[in-house]
């Protein structure tokens, strides 16, 4: 009589931990002054932004959004973008929220959206963004949990029903060259061998794969390489170790390539984590 009763409570378990893992995935990112542009990437989350000071621009294939003090900004997970610096002289500020899609649905009841909408003005929203990150901060679950389904309620009316499934866009011409560029992205990469491996030549390759993707090889490999390395900072990292480990030629190249992808630099990004 006690296996079903032990049972359930190992799928109640496995749910927990499930919910813990989602929650884990949460994470926010303060920009005090962004001073270069950001090339073209993309992330496997939604990027949320509220915007403290400045104009946003974000630069998508077909358009462009500019969002000044007081908006949030959206992008859907790989969605290529890049963000130029409108005005140098201006000081642009903002937090950035990323919220995995398994997160988004679970918030949603399962519900997988896409927002097309990707501008709001809403002071309700606003401030539901900033008791979230506060509420992160805590690192109370509980508290995180409400404040959370608040604010992604807040956001619900922007979105629609997506029926596609989010996935890195248009690689499937080079699926050998991006698992490749996946499973060695500590290495040194040559377009040479990259080509060869999609047995086009360079220059083609080039072309080819940046008009597949939006992005140049040299500019997706820094991007993976980036992301990837982001993943592993924790307190008590050796970030010039790290740089080497990615194989940067040294720090400093390091540092610049992180901020350009990030927005602030890697020692930075550390020390938000104590």
């Known amino acids: 009589t006690l296996a079903p009763i032990l049972g359930n409570d190992n799928k109640f378990?496995?749910?927990?931990?499930?919910?813990?893992?989602?929650?884990?995935?949460?994470?926010?990112?303060?920009?005090?002054?962004?001073?270069?542009?950001?090339?073209?990437?993309?992330?496997?989350?939604?990027?949320?932004?509220?915007?403290?000071?400045?104009?946003?621009?974000?630069d998508f294939e077909n358009q462009s959004l500019f969002s000044e003090k007081g908006s949030i900004s959206i992008t859907n997970p790989f969605e290529?973008?890049?963000?130029?610096?409108?005005?140098?002289?201006i000081c642009l500020k903002f937090d950035t929220?990323?919220?995995?899609?398994?997160l988004?649905?679970?918030?949603?009841?399962?519900?997988?959206?896409?927002?097309?909408?990707?501008?709001?003005?809403?002071?309700?929203a606003n401030q539901l963004f900033m008791e979230l990150k506060y509420a992160i901060d805590t690192k109370?679950?509980?508290?995180?949990?409400?404040?959370?389904?608040q604010f992604v309620n807040s956001l619900k009316i922007?979105?629609?029903k997506n029926t596609e499934k989010y996935c890195e866009q248009n690689l499937y011409d080079f699926k050998d060259v991006s698992n490749y560029i996946e499973q060695n992205i500590c290495e040194k990469f040559c377009l040479d061998e990259l080509s060869k491996m999609a047995n086009i030549n360079k220059y083609g390759f080039v072309k080819k794969f940046k008009a597949s993707t939006g992005m140049t090889p040299i500019n997706y490999i820094l991007m993976k390489k980036i992301f990837a390395s982001k993943s592993l900072i924790?307190?008590?990292?050796?970030?010039?170790?790290?740089?080497?480990?990615?194989?940067?030629?040294?720090?400093?190249?390091?540092?610049?390539?992180f901020k350009q992808y990030i927005g602030i630099s890697p020692k930075k990004f550390q020390s938000n984590l104590i």
């Open 104 to 124: 988004m649905k679970y918030l949603l009841n399962g519900q997988n959206v896409k927002f097309i909408n990707r501008k709001i003005n809403s002071e309700k």
């Open 158 to 160: 922007y979105s629609q």
């Open 140 to 149: 109370n679950p509980k508290t995180v949990e409400f404040s959370l389904k």
């Open 13 to 58: 378990n496995n749910l927990i931990q499930q919910t813990r893992m989602l929650f884990d995935d949460l994470e926010y990112l303060s920009v005090e002054n962004q001073t270069t542009d950001f090339p073209k990437h993309f992330h496997e989350t939604f990027c949320i932004s509220l915007i403290h000071n400045g104009i946003e621009q974000i």
């Open 80 to 89: 290529i973008h890049s963000n130029p610096l409108t005005d140098k002289n």
């Open 234 to 257: 924790n307190p008590n990292s050796d970030i010039t170790e790290l740089a080497y480990q990615y194989n940067f030629c040294d720090l400093a190249h390091f540092s610049k390539t």
């Open 97 to 102: 929220i990323y919220l995995s899609n398994d």
